[in-house]
C-alpha cells in the first residue's frame, strides 16, 4: 500500500496541468505540481482549515510514512488532533504535503526553493520554517527511496560456493576432478526477494572468472582516483 | 580390471574374426566415426554388397565395436586390461593389437564425447563486464551511483545461454574476495588429500 502511495503521489506531481493564468512561478521554479497539489497546499497553509497543532502532526505522519515505506493509516481522520477537520480536506492536504515533498526531494531543490512555492501558497513563516525543517530532516531518506523505484538488471547481493570432487557418472568412470559450485544470489528491483544464478566451474573456468572480476575491480580503483 | 564381453556382444564380434585384417582396420575406423559424429545406414547396405553378407551381420559388428569401445573408456582400461579382456572373446593376436591401437588412439576423443553427453550443470564460460554511472531516473534527478554491468556466458549441455547481471562496487569486491578464497581453498592441506586419494 506504501508503494502505491508513492506512485500516486509521483503522478499527482508529474500532472503537469499547465494553467497559464496561475501565475509564471510556476514554470520558473521548475516543479511540475499539479492544480490539485495547489489547491491542497493552500488549504494546508491556511490556519482555518489546518490548526496548528494538526499541521506539525500531520507533516510528521506524511513524512515518516513514505520515507518508512508504510501504508496510510485509514483511520488518520478518527485521531482527536484532526476532529475539526473536514475529511476531503485532510485527504487532499495529505496528498500535497506528500507530493510536495517527493517533487523536491526528487529534483534536488534546495531550501530557497521549497520556500518560495510555499510563500506563494500564503503560508506563515512559522509552517515554513516547521515544512523546510521536516524537509531537510527527511531529505536523504527520500531521495533513497525514491532512487530504488525503477527497473533495474537483476542485482548481485551475495555469493555462496562449494566445492565438490566430481567422482564418477552414469557414463564414465574415474572423472575424478574438483568442480565449484558457485551461487549468485540477486535481488530484483528492491524487493526482499532474491533469487539465485547457479553456476558450476572447474578450476580453470574459476580462475579465469576470478582474474575478470579482479580486472573489474582494479578498473574500479583507477575510476575512484580520478 | 576386465571387461566381461557378454555372449551375444561375443557372438556380434565373431564376424571380425572371419574377415582380413584391412577390413577389420575398417571396420574399426567406422565404429569410431559413428561414435563421433552418428550411425549412416548406407555403409551397412554398401558394406554388406562389397563382403557378400547380409547388411544386418556388418551392423552388429560395427555397433559391437562401438560398445567395446564406449565400455572400455568408460573403465579407463590400461592396455593388459584391454587385451586380456579381448583375449577372452576370442580374439586373435593381430586381431586384438589392431583393436587395441584403435581404441588407445582414440581413448582421449571418446571420452571427452562421454563426458559431454553426461548430466552437467550450467558451466561457466565468459564474464563480459562494464562500469556505469547512474545519473537520474524518472523518480530522481542529480544521482550519481556507481553501477558494474556484467554478461555471463554459460553453457549447459551444448546450449549456450547469456545471463544480464548488475552489481555495485562494494559487492563486485565482495564477490571478488569470496570467490578467492574458493579457491584458496582447493590447495588446502584436506582437498590434496581427497583428490591425491581419487
Known amino acids: 500500500m506504501g508503494f502505491y502511495l508513492l506512485t500516486y503521489l509521483l503522478t499527482l506531481a508529474n500532472d503537469t496541468d499547465v494553467d497559464y493564468g496561475r501565475g509564471p512561478w510556476i514554470r520558473k521554479l521548475r516543479m511540475d505540481l499539479s492544480e490539485d497539489v ?43 488532533e484532526f476532529g475539526s477537520v473536514d475529511r476531503g480536506t485532510l485527504k487532499q492536504v495529505y496528498a500535497a504535503l506528500g507530493a510536495l515533498l517527493l517533487e523536491a526531494a526528487k529534483l534536488d531543490k534546495d531550501v530557497a526553493a521549497v520556500s518560495q512555492v510555499l510563500e506563494d501558497c500564503k503560508f506563515s513563516q512559522e509552517r515554513i520554517k516547521q515544512l523546510i525543517a521536516v524537509y531537510q530532516q527527511h531529505k536523504q531518506p527520500l531521495r533513497s527511496v525514491l532512487s530504488k523505484i525503477g527497473s533495474n538488471l537483476p542485482h548481485v547481493v551475495d555469493v555462496d560456493w562449494r566445492l565438490d570432487y566430481y567422482i564418477k557418472n552414469n557414463n564414465l568412470e574415474k572423472v575424478s576432478r574438483p568442480v565449484f559450485l558457485i551461487d549468485l544470489k540477486t535481488r530484483v528491483n528492491a524487493s526482499e526477494e532474491t533469487e539465485t544464478v547457479q553456476i558450476a566451474c572447474t578450476q580453470d573456468q574459476l580462475q579465469d572468472l576470478v582474474g575478470k572480476l579482479r580486472d573489474a575491480c582494479k578498473g574500479l580503483e583507477r575510476v575512484a582516483q580520478l | 580390471m576386465l571387461l566381461i564381453l557378454g555372449d551375444e556382444h561375443k557372438q556380434h564380434l565373431e564376424y571380425l574374426c572371419s574377415v582380413s585384417l584391412d577390413v577389420v582396420q575398417e571396420f574399426c575406423r567406422l565404429s569410431v566415426e559413428f561414435l563421433m559424429k552418428g550411425t549412416n545406414a548406407k555403409i551397412y547396405n554398401s558394406a554388406a554388397q562389397k563382403l557378400g553378407v547380409e547388411a544386418i551381420i556388418i551392423q552388429k559388428a560395427i555397433e559391437g565395436l562401438m560398445h567395446l569401445f564406449l565400455e572400455s573408456s568408460k573403465l579407463l582400461l590400461n592396455e593388459i586390461d584391454f587385451r586380456d579382456s579381448v583375449k577372452a572373446a576370442g580374439f586373435s593376436d593381430e586381431l586384438q593389437s589392431e583393436l587395441l591401437r584403435c581404441y588407445l588412439e582414440n581413448q582421449a576423443d571418446i571420452r571427452r564425447i562421454q563426458l559431454d553427453i553426461s548430466m552437467g550443470l550450467s558451466h561457466y564460460r565468459d564474464l563480459e563486464w562494464r562500469l556505469d554511472v547512474k545519473l537520474a ?9 556507481p553501477v558494474v554491468t556484467m554478461k555471463l556466458h554459460v553453457k549447459d549441455s551444448g546450449k549456450e ?12 569486491v565482495h564477490m571478488t574476495r569470496t570467490l578467492e578464497e574458493a579457491l584458496q581453498e582447493l590447495n588446502s592441506a584436506h582437498c590434496r588429500r581427497i583428490c591425491r586419494n581419487f
Open chain 1, 38 to 80: 495547489m489547491e491542497g497546499l493552500q488549504l494546508a497553509g491556511d490556519s482555518v482549515h489546518i490548526p496548528d497543532q494538526s499541521f506539525l502532526l500531520l507533516l510528521r505522519i506524511v513524512s515518516e510514512s513514505i520515507v518508512d515505506r508504510r501504508p496510510a493509516d485509514p483511520h488518520l481522520s478518527a485521531k482527536k
Open chain 2, 137 to 145: 531516473s524518472r523518480s530522481l534527478r542529480h544521482q550519481v551511483e
Open chain 2, 161 to 172: 545461454e547469456t545471463r544480464l547481471l548488475q552489481t555495485d562496487p562494494v559487492n563486485l
